[in-house]
């Protein structure tokens, strides 16, 4: 009886323990949620926007990323521009990761970064508080 109790010890010990989650601040401007995010440029206004692919930077904070080509983008607008594909480094509270991202024109001052799922999907689980105000971020 007591192996049996020490064996199960010992293989809960092995399982590892799930990352306290991770509560971050965000405002919302214009029903959208906007959050302070650091990229290769320093601390930027990030909006969060789960449903774009890819995230994409402004053109001037492209402008010190290393290109990795041209490609043509099509928003939900409709409207299609040139635009560049980079690797850039973006830190959401403790996660820093290095994503491809689109640089181009945002089309807005309110923000410089669009954090879109290629950044998000390595976040683990993500909840959006709306009652608190917070992104929570689990891994």
Request: contains cysteine; hydrophobic residues 45%.
């Amino acid at each position: 009886m007591k192996a049996g109790a020490i064996l199960a010890l010992l293989f809960l010990m092995c399982i590892p323990a799930k990352a306290q989650p991770e509560a971050i601040p965000f405002r919302l401007v214009n029903g959208h949620v906007i959050v302070r995010c650091s990229t290769d440029m320093g601390p930027q206004d990030c909006l969060v926007d789960t449903g774009a692919q890819t995230s994409q930077v402004s053109r001037s904070l492209g402008r010190g990323l290393t290109p990795i080509s041209q490609i043509s983008v099509r928003g939900v607008t409709g409207n299609s521009q040139h635009a560049t594909l980079a690797t850039g480094s973006l830190t959401l509270g403790s996660l820093s990761v290095e994503v491809p991202v689109v640089v181009a024109d945002l089309g807005t001052k309110e923000y410089s970064v669009i954090l879109g799922a290629n950044f998000f999907m390595q976040a683990g689980e993500l909840t959006i508080d709306y009652a608190d105000r917070e992104l929570i971020l689990s891994r």
